[in-house]
């Protein structure tokens, strides 16, 4: 965001953001779906170890025009943890699906478990939904192609990008894109504003709290 030379009587007045989404990033563990939030919200990539339980990140944005506060939510990919997470579909705007191309299995557990678990839990109707093809850096080792991607996105109504953490291609895309979509949604916006009155950073059950400080 811009910083401003502006008096801090002026600043007071304004809001700090138009907006406030959540978003979640879901997926099986190892598909790299911390990895892509540490690239978007700090640009860096690591080698991350599997998020236990869950974490999340906040980032601020123009896009579209509008001051956005994004609470990004980190699920923990591990069968263990799923009941854990599932609270956190709890009134997210957006939800990204994230696979890692050289591994198949990661794809067809989209259909098999996640697309399930989205119908499952989530909370709006209009939720915008995005496929993440992640680690495009590794086409050598492609096991899902472009096109399976793409039918799979028109089938479930999402969104489609392949992206690469860790080289940067297509991560900002993936949630630029996500985001705008949102903000041409108007009964996703409702209880987005920033008057609007709802906390969503205290959902956090206390058995995550020790598990979002030590992991990614």
């Given at each position: 965001?811009?910083?401003?030379?502006?008096?801090?009587?002026?600043?007071?007045?304004?809001?700090?953001?138009?907006?406030?989404?959540?978003l979640?990033?879901?997926?099986d563990?190892?598909?790299?779906?911390?990895?892509?939030l540490?690239?978007?919200?700090?640009?860096?990539?690591?080698?991350?170890?599997?998020?236990?339980?869950?974490?999340?990140?906040?980032?601020?944005?123009?896009?579209?025009?509008?001051?956005?506060?994004?609470?990004?939510w980190d699920?923990?990919?591990?069968?263990r943890?799923?009941?854990?997470?599932?609270?956190?579909?709890?009134?997210?705007?957006?939800?990204?699906?994230?696979?890692?191309?050289?591994?198949?299995?990661?794809?067809?557990?989209?259909?098999d478990?996640?697309?399930?678990?989205?119908?499952?839990?989530?909370?709006?109707?209009?939720?915008?939904k995005?496929?993440?093809?992640?680690?495009?850096?590794?086409?050598?080792?492609?096991?899902?192609?472009?096109?399976?991607?793409?039918?799979?996105?028109?089938e479930?109504?999402?969104?489609f990008?392949?992206c690469?953490?860790?080289?940067?291609?297509?991560?900002?895309q993936?949630?630029?894109?996500?985001?705008?979509?949102?903000?041409?949604?108007?009964?996703l916006?409702?209880?987005?504003?920033?008057?609007?009155?709802?906390?969503?950073?205290?959902q956090k059950?206390?058995?995550?709290?020790?598990?979002?400080?030590?992991?990614?």
């Open positions: 965001m811009d910083s401003s030379s502006s008096s801090s009587s002026s600043l007071s007045q304004q809001p700090e953001f138009d907006y406030l989404f959540k979640l990033l879901i997926g563990s190892g598909v790299g779906k911390s990895s892509l540490l690239r978007f919200t700090a640009d860096s990539f690591e080698d991350l170890s599997p998020t236990i339980g869950v974490d999340f990140k906040v980032k601020m944005v123009n896009i579209g025009g509008k001051k956005l506060k994004l609470a990004i699920t923990a990919g591990q069968e943890f799923r009941t854990l997470t599932s609270s956190y579909y709890r009134g997210a705007q957006g939800i990204i699906m994230v696979y890692d191309v050289t591994r198949r299995e990661t794809f067809t557990n989209l259909s478990i996640w697309a399930k678990e989205i119908d499952l839990y989530s909370t709006n109707q209009d939720c915008i995005m496929l993440v093809g992640n680690k495009v850096d590794k086409e050598s080792e492609r096991a899902v192609t472009k096109k399976e991607g793409i039918e799979f996105a028109r479930y109504g999402c969104l990008l392949e690469s953490a860790k080289t940067k291609v297509n991560v900002e993936c949630f630029e894109e996500l985001v705008l979509k949102i903000l041409d949604t108007p009964s916006l409702a209880d987005a504003s920033s008057g609007a009155k709802k906390n969503i950073f205290k059950p206390p058995e995550a709290d020790a598990a979002a400080s030590s992991c990614c």
